[in-house]
């Protein structure tokens, strides 16, 4: 009984903890559960391991098969990331299944998936549901006989060599990845139209999706700038998920080895591989590009506190705190691009606002001549960064009857013809009654 009572009180003193472990005001994840096929990964792809570890990542492993599987415990997630280096699993053990990892991502947290020739369907189906198609064939892989890496070469060209990044230093840093990086994996492609997908490394235009033991019939399926080796998502609720066709990208093997891209006379004692994998799992574990905004106010000019209502045509100024996190530490967000809107229906106001560098944004304008409720409204959306979507209503009210001035500037003919029609018709009576 007694360590009935043992049990009953440590699970109830656990529960605060698994509840409050994840704090979004600090947006590192600490907690990543990485599924493998077998537990060879671990050896075979250290150096990315070690690194997150480096960086103060928890990183539990766990075979994805295991029946002991469990993303969660008294209704709270026990893990802030998941990295999915299992493409061969055709059905996860214990509680998780395709639903499972997308309510995971739908509750805002970050996913890294790596398939190969062997991929799954579950798999597939995962990427599918991120906005990401792998190549139909089961036995294609992404071929380049121009853009593929001397080093290393069996024959059939599919040891990429890719050097086409997308431009964001907050994606990828803000250091330049100068080696090209190594691919050897099966293609993948996103939808043009779908703004959160995006190509973060991108095959060459001689590139193609095909059988390399069999001869070329007929037009590939994938070819071109529409392969992409490794895509990115950010999902409207801030979520980050990577996806690419090569878990070798990882590799210690790929990660150290020499490279050189044919036809080029460059060759480098590394490839660029240990660099990229390294700034992109920065950003999508949150150590770059997560903005949060705080101390949303605004005032009259010249006075200090925050008004319940505002008169039409009174001069306000507007405030916003926006700060980035850099993996360790709130730092001030600089950026020439934060607008406010002054919106009723549609904007009325639209302001740049402007930074002391030091996180505090600002503008002044006038309210307009137009009486309704308002809302301060800042939406930001940048490549790259999380989303602001900020407003604070407040009420616009016209004029008192006594607040208006004595006489109107814009008013004075009116006044002259009164004062006029007055004149004439005292002059026109005087001369009625004593002209003879």
């Not at 492993?61 to 493409?87: C, M, N, T």
């Not at 990577?242 to 050189?260: K, Y």
């Not at 814009?410 to 005292?426: D, L, N, V």
């Amino acid at each position: 009984m007694k360590n009935l009572a043992f049990f009953f009180v440590f699970g109830f003193s656990l529960f605060p903890l698994l509840c409050s472990s994840f704090n979004s005001e600090t947006p590192t994840d600490r907690r990543v559960l990485v599924l493998l096929d077998d537990f060879s990964l671990k050896s075979s792809h250290s150096i990315f391991f070690n690194s997150l570890k480096s960086r103060g990542f928890n990183l539990e492993f766990k075979v994805a098969e295991d029946p002991a599987l469990s993303f969660q415990r008294y209704g709270q997630y026990l893990y802030d990331a998941l990295i999915l280096f299992s493409p061969s699993t055709e059905r996860f053990g214990g509680s998780l299944d395709l639903a499972a990892v997308i309510d995971f991502v739908d509750s805002g947290h970050d996913l890294i998936v790596a398939a190969d020739a062997s991929a799954s369907d579950l798999i597939k189906n995962i990427a599918t549901e991120c906005g990401v198609d792998f190549d139909e064939d089961s036995s294609a892989m992404v071929i380049d006989h121009k853009s593929y890496a001397i080093s290393g070469t069996e024959g059939d060209h599919t040891l990429i060599a890719s050097d086409d990044f997308i431009q964001s230093e907050v994606i990828l840093g803000k250091t330049k990845i100068e080696a090209p990086v190594l691919f050897k994996g099966i293609a993948h492609s996103v939808n043009a139209a779908n703004s959160l997908v995006l190509k973060v490394l991108s095959a060459s235009p001689s590139a193609y999706s095909a059988n390399p033991e069999t001869k070329l019939l007929g037009p590939p399926l994938l070819s071109g700038s529409a392969i992409s080796l490794v895509s990115v998502v950010q999902a409207r609720n801030d979520a980050r998920i990577m996806i690419t066709g090569s878990p070798d990208l990882f590799s210690n093997r790929l990660l150290r080895t020499t490279v050189q891209k044919a036809g080029s006379p460059d060759k480098y004692e590394k490839s660029g591989n240990e660099q990229f994998v390294t700034e992109i799992s920065k950003w999508v574990f949150h150590e770059r590009g997560h903005l949060k905004a705080i101390n949303l106010r605004h005032q009259k000019v010249g006075e200090t506190d925050e008004p319940a209502m505002y008169r039409i045509k009174d001069d306000l100024k507007f405030f916003v705190e926006i700060y980035e996190w850099s993996g360790k530490s709130w730092e001030p967000y600089v950026a020439d691009d934060v607008q406010v809107q002054f919106y009723m229906m549609s904007p009325y106001v639209l302001k740049s606002l402007l930074t002391n560098k030091k996180g505090l944004y600002d503008i002044s304008f006038k309210v307009p001549d137009v009486y309704g409720v308002f809302q301060f409204k800042v939406d930001y959306h940048r490549l790259g960064y999380t989303s602001l979507s900020l407003s604070k209503q407040i009420p616009v009210r016209p004029f008192r009857h006594n607040e208006y001035e004595r006489f109107i500037t814009t008013a004075f003919p009116s006044y002259g013809a009164s004062f006029t029609s007055m004149a004439g018709f005292f002059i026109f009576t005087i001369l009625y009654l004593y002209n003879k």
